[in-house]
C-alpha cells in the first residue's frame, strides 16, 4: 500500500483501459525511504507493546482485551517485517529475484503478490473488530461478557479471525504468472483470465466489503450503540457507564478509529479504480496506500497517550532495557524495578 504498489488489492483487478501487463509498480527513494520509517517505528513499538504484556502477563493475560492486543501487536511487527523482506518497498528493485522459473512461480504467488502482507492488515482490522465487541459486551451486556470472553474463547477467536483474513487474501495467489524472458523485477504479471470487467468490478467489490467496510461499519456501530446505551438507557448499571468512560474503552477506540481512517480510503480509491473512475498507479494511489501502513505503527502511541497504565510501564520497560539512564540522570529520574507484582491494570479503571 504505497508508492510501490503494496495495495495489491488495486494491483490486482485492472480496468479494460488498462491491461494487466501495462500495470506498472512504483518505485522511488521517497516511497523506500517511507516504508523504512513505518517498518521501524512500526517494529519497535509493537516489540515495546508485547515485552511489556509478557512482563506482566500474570495479570495483562487474564484479561480477554490483552490477549487481543497482544496479537494485534503481533500482526503489527509482522507487517513491518514485510515491509523489509518484500521486492519493490525497501529494498526496491534491489531485492533478489529467483531466475528459475519454479521458483520464480512460486515467489510470484507467495512474496511478490504481497498476500501475507495484505491478510495481516484484513487480520487486524477484524482484531479491532474483536476488541470493539469484547468493550460492547463489557459495557451492555456485562453479565454475559465472562462466559463469551473467556481465555479459551479468545483464543478460537483469534485463530478464526486469522483463517478469515487468509480466505479474504488467498485469491491473490492465483492471479499471478511468472514470464521468466521480462528483466528480474517485471517477471511477475498479473493474470485474469478471461473474466469480464463486469465479474472484476462484482469480485472486487464483494471483496472490498468484507476486507473494509464490513468491519470499519461493525466497530462504529457497536461503539455508538454503546455510547447510546449508556447515555439513555435509565437501566443501564453505573459500572456500564465507568466502563464506557474507562481507559481499556477510550484506547480501543481510538485505535478502531485509526485503523478506519488510515485503511478505508485505500480501500474506497481501489473500488473506484476497478470501476475506471481512478488510476492504479497515480499520486493518490500511492498516498492512500502509504497510509494504510501507517496504522502498523499508531497504536503502540495511542495505547501510551490514552493509557496512563500503558505510559507507566512504557517507562519502566525502557529504564529496565537502559540501567545507564538511570545512573547519568539518577538525581532527575525515579526508577522503580519492573515487578509481577506491579499492578499496571488497577481494579475498577482498565475495563
Not at 99 to 127: E, K, P
Not at 230 to 254: D, F, N, Y
Not at 318 to 330: D, E
Request: aromatic letters at 12%; charged letters at 10%; a positive charge.
Amino acid at each position: 500500500m504505497n508508492s510501490t504498489n503494496v495495495s495489491s488489492n488495486a494491483s490486482t483487478t485492472v480496468s479494460s483501459a488498462a491491461p494487466a501487463s501495462e500495470v506498472k509498480i512504483g518505485r522511488s527513494l521517497y516511497t523506500q525511504t517511507t516504508c523504512f520509517v513505518i517498518a521501524t517505528m512500526a517494529f519497535l513499538g509493537n516489540l515495546l507493546v508485547i515485552l511489556l504484556i509478557l512482563v506482566k502477563k500474570g495479570k495483562f493475560l487474564k484479561k480477554s482485551y490483552n490477549i487481543l492486543i497482544l496479537s494485534l501487536a503481533m500482526s503489527d511487527i509482522l507487517t513491518a517485517l514485510m515491509l523489509v523482506t518484500n521486492p519493490a518497498m525497501v529494498l526496491g528493485d534491489a531485492f533478489p529475484y529467483p531466475n528459475n522459473h519454479v521458483l520464480g512461480d512460486v515467489f510470484c504467488r507467495v512474496i511478490w503478490s504481497r498476500t501475507f502482507l495484505f491478510q495481516l492488515l484484513v487480520f487486524s482490522a477484524y482484531i479491532c473488530v474483536a476488541l470493539a465487541t469484547e468493550r460492547w459486551f463489557a459495557v451492555v451486556k456485562p453479565q454475559q461478557y465472562n462466559q463469551v470472553f473467556n481465555k479459551k474463547r479468545t483464543l478460537v477467536y483469534i485463530f478464526l479471525v486469522w483463517l478469515w483474513s487468509v480466505i479474504l487474501c488467498a485469491s491473490n495467489s492465483f492471479q499471478l504468472s511468472y514470464i521468466s524472458s521480462n528483466p528480474p523485477n517485471s517477471r511477475c504479471k498479473w493474470n485474469f483470465g478471461s473474466a469480464t470487467q463486469t465479474v472484476r468490478i462484482i469480485i472486487a467489490v464483494i471483496q472490498t466489503f468484507f476486507k473494509m467496510a464490513f468491519p470499519c461499519l461493525t466497530m462504529l456501530f457497536l461503539f455508538i450503540h454503546m455510547v447510546y446505551k449508556a447515555s439513555k438507557s435509565t437501566v443501564t448499571s453505573v459500572e456500564s457507564k465507568a466502563k464506557l468512560r474507562g481507559k481499556i474503552t477510550r484506547m480501543v477506540g481510538a485505535a478502531s478509529l485509526a485503523l478506519i481512517i488510515c485503511f478505508a480510503p485505500s480501500q474506497i480509491n481501489y473500488t473506484l479504480a476497478v470501476a475506471g473512475k481512478t488510476g492504479l498507479d497515480n499520486t493518490v494511489h500511492h498516498v492512500l496506500s502509504l497510509l494504510a501502513l501507517v496504522n502498523s505503527c499508531l497504536n503502540p502511541f495511542i495505547y501510551g497517550l490514552s493509557n496512563k497504565n500503558y505510559r507507566q510501564g512504557y517507562q519502566q520497560i525502557l529504564l529496565s532495557l537502559y540501567p545507564w539512564c538511570i545512573k547519568r540522570h539518577g538525581n532527575r529520574v525515579v526508577s522503580r524495578p519492573i515487578s509481577r507484582r506491579t499492578d499496571l491494570t488497577r481494579p475498577g479503571t482498565s475495563s
